[in-house]
């Protein structure tokens, strides 16, 4: 096809730094609630760390990052979206001064980045609060974590200012109300939690967000700070006026966590809802404030989309989805039971441009599915992923589409461009990546990497621009 894409366009992967580093004990890092959590969201946390935890090992790329970091500059990466791992900066949480050590990782990592020429794009929160301070503060419910957030964000502007010009400042924020543990470190289990301690936590990573906002206008005004949602398009299951109305209601329950960050004050809409569920948000004085210290610009992460009805007789769920939603007829699924959806990519990049008009970034699309490790015939392992290359392909077809349509869109980073532990399930046979990491559920393994033929393909796709994308006239 020919290239919609600008070329400026940021090509490039994401991870998670408690999905690959390893390295959980080593220089003086705390535990995050990732360490307490060995099969992910599937099975109750533990007290401690136990060694059926595939990430306390991850891929190993703690020490292996300059290795990888190669890799991904061979298939032509302009951008590597990565996160910090709170507990390497400040073990606890509460500290008043940093550790150093776990300030020079990033610093080599980002150097290495560097090197060959890409970006970082940081997240500043992703999924691994501090453990002390889900235990001890039982996470976002509390204001304190505004402070904890606020001092963790000045250290890393002041040291990476310069080195980060893009960062993100918590991952799938809208993901606390579905897991508040993993996402919001919220100690007491979900059951015990009212709508109304879910939305002042809310309220509090909202604050802090804009607060990361201000100061990094302040401390690295080159810079570009940007919000991170979880888009999940919502369709009405039928032309019927009530799914309708259904699929708005649901769609606004979501969209408020972009809006607040892009707009800089409480949509009027979801007054309603929180009449209806008894919710009164706590506004401390200057809150609504510090709201008004907007985003540079939206990222998302987009691999599904649903359906919602006004009937509940056709509530019928779709397995794997951290957000429940009623399945779309006309779809097919991953092996995860994900819903396969390419023109609700479009629709998306649409939707939020015509509502913010502020640039957009992808900055996780991607399939999950068990890859087999083969010889080539030049003796060479690989694996032949076309499932992969199709479903991103397909994807990729309509951002270039959305561009034509007008929308300003950033860049992309497909979600684990390296084999890594999954976040939902804490397990290695969910696969993402370019490159095969070879590691298995049972922690076994040489952690060797190895190029898929998805890695040669992308590499293509950066090359080109997006010119070698093969449009199947949707």
Same mark, same amino acid.
């Given at each position: 096809?020919?290239?919609?894409?600008?070329k400026?366009?940021?090509?490039?992967?994401?991870?998670?730094?408690n999905q690959?580093?390893?390295a959980?004990?080593t220089d003086?890092?705390?535990?995050?609630?990732?360490?307490?959590?060995p099969?992910?969201?599937?099975?109750?946390r533990?007290?401690?760390?136990?060694?059926?935890?595939?990430? =306390?090992i991850? /891929?190993?790329?703690? @020490?292996?990052?300059?290795?990888?970091?190669?890799l991904f500059?061979?298939?032509g990466f302009?951008?590597?979206?990565?996160? /910090?791992?709170?507990?390497?900066?400040?073990?606890?949480?509460?500290? =008043?001064?940093?550790?150093?050590?776990?300030?020079?990782f990033?610093?080599d990592?980002?150097?290495?980045?560097?090197k060959?020429?890409?970006?970082?794009?940081?997240?500043?929160?992703?999924y691994?609060?501090?453990l002390h301070?889900?235990?001890?503060?039982?996470g976002?419910?509390?204001? *304190?974590?505004?402070?904890?957030y606020?001092?963790?964000?000045?250290?890393?502007?002041? +040291?990476f *200012?310069g080195?980060?010009?893009?960062?993100?400042?918590?991952?799938?924020?809208?993901?606390?109300?579905e897991?508040?543990?993993?996402?919001?470190?919220?100690?007491?289990?979900?059951a015990?939690?009212?709508k109304?301690d879910?939305?002042?936590?809310?309220?509090?990573?909202l604050?802090?967000?804009?607060?990361?906002?201000?100061?990094?206008?302040e401390i690295?005004?080159?810079? &570009?700070?940007?919000?991170?949602v979880?888009s999940?398009?919502?369709y009405?299951?039928?032309p019927?006026?009530?799914?309708?109305?259904?699929?708005?209601?649901?769609?606004?329950?979501?969209?408020?966590?972009a809006?607040?960050?892009?707009?800089?004050?409480?949509?009027?809409?979801?007054?309603r809802?929180?009449?209806?569920?008894?919710?009164?948000i &706590?506004?401390?004085?200057?809150?609504?404030e510090i709201?008004?210290?907007?985003?540079?610009?939206i990222?998302?992460s987009?691999?599904?989309?649903?359906?919602e009805?006004?009937?509940?007789?056709?509530?019928?769920?779709?397995?794997?989805?951290?957000?429940?939603?009623?399945?779309?007829?006309?779809?097919?699924?991953s092996?995860?039971?994900w819903?396969?959806?390419?023109?609700?990519?479009?629709?998306?990049?649409?939707?939020?441009?015509d509502r913010y008009?502020?640039?957009?970034?992808i900055?996780e699309?991607?399939? #999950?599915?068990?890859?087999e490790l083969?010889?080539?015939? @030049?003796?060479? %392992?690989?694996?032949?992923d076309?499932? +992969?290359?199709?479903?991103?392909?397909?994807h990729?077809?309509?951002?270039?589409?959305a561009?034509?349509?007008?929308?300003e869109?950033?860049?992309?980073?497909?979600?684990?461009?390296?084999?890594?532990?999954?976040?939902?399930?804490?397990?290695? &046979? %969910? +696969?993402? #990546?370019?490159?095969y990491v070879?590691?298995?559920?049972?922690g076994s393994?040489?952690?060797?990497?190895?190029? &898929?033929?998805?890695?040669?393909?992308?590499k293509?796709?950066?090359?080109?621009?997006?010119?070698?994308?093969?449009?199947?006239?949707?």
């Amino acid at each position: 096809m020919t290239t919609a894409f600008p070329k400026d366009f940021l090509w490039g992967g994401a991870v998670a730094a408690n999905q690959l580093e390893g390295a959980y004990n080593t220089d003086g890092k705390g535990l995050s609630v990732q360490d307490v959590m060995p099969h992910g969201i599937t099975t109750p946390r533990t007290e401690g760390p136990t060694e059926d935890n595939l990430k =306390l090992i991850g /891929i190993d790329f703690y @020490n292996r990052y300059k290795e990888d970091v190669k890799l991904f500059a061979e298939m032509g990466f302009k951008v590597f979206r990565t996160s /910090i791992a709170w507990s390497r900066i400040f073990p606890k949480g509460d500290e =008043l001064e940093p550790n150093e050590k776990g300030l020079q990782f990033y610093d080599d990592l980002f150097d290495e980045c560097h090197k060959y020429g890409i970006e970082p794009l940081v997240t500043i929160s992703h999924y691994e609060t501090p453990l002390h301070l889900s235990k001890t503060y039982d996470g976002w419910v509390n204001r *304190k974590m505004i402070e904890f957030y606020e001092r963790y964000v000045t250290v890393l502007f002041n +040291r990476f *200012k310069g080195k980060v010009k893009y960062w993100l400042t918590f991952n799938e924020i809208n993901s606390i109300l579905e897991e508040p543990f993993m996402s919001g470190g919220i100690y007491t289990p979900k059951a015990e939690l009212s709508k109304q301690d879910l939305y002042q936590a809310i309220h509090h990573e909202l604050v802090a967000s804009a607060l990361a906002v201000k100061l990094g206008h302040e401390i690295m005004p080159e810079a &570009k700070i940007g919000c991170m949602v979880l888009s999940m398009p919502t369709y009405p299951l039928t032309p019927n006026p009530d799914d309708v109305v259904a699929a708005m209601h649901a769609e606004q329950r979501n969209d408020i966590f972009a809006d607040i960050h892009a707009r800089g004050y409480y949509p009027k809409y979801i007054n309603r809802y929180f009449k209806a569920n008894n919710i009164n948000i &706590k506004f401390e004085d200057g809150d609504a404030e510090i709201l008004k210290h907007t985003v540079d610009f939206i990222s998302f992460s987009y691999y599904v989309s649903i359906c919602e009805t006004g009937d509940p007789q056709k509530r019928v769920e779709g397995k794997g989805n951290l957000f429940a939603g009623v399945q779309n007829p006309y779809l097919k699924a991953s092996e995860w039971g994900w819903q396969i959806d390419p023109q609700g990519l479009r629709v998306t990049l649409n939707k939020y441009w015509d509502r913010y008009q502020k640039p957009l970034f992808i900055v996780e699309n991607g399939l #999950g599915a068990v890859d087999e490790l083969i010889t080539d015939e @030049n003796g060479n %392992k690989t694996v032949n992923d076309d499932y +992969r290359i199709q479903y991103l392909n397909d994807h990729l077809v309509q951002v270039a589409e959305a561009i034509e349509d007008g929308v300003e869109v950033m860049g992309y980073t497909s979600w684990g461009c390296i084999d890594l532990v999954s976040a939902s399930t804490a397990e290695m &046979k %969910k +696969r993402y #990546g370019f490159i095969y990491v070879d590691r298995n559920n049972d922690g076994s393994g040489t952690l060797d990497r190895y190029k &898929k033929k998805s890695f040669h393909w992308y590499k293509e796709v950066i090359g080109t621009n997006g010119a070698s994308l093969k449009s199947d006239n949707h």
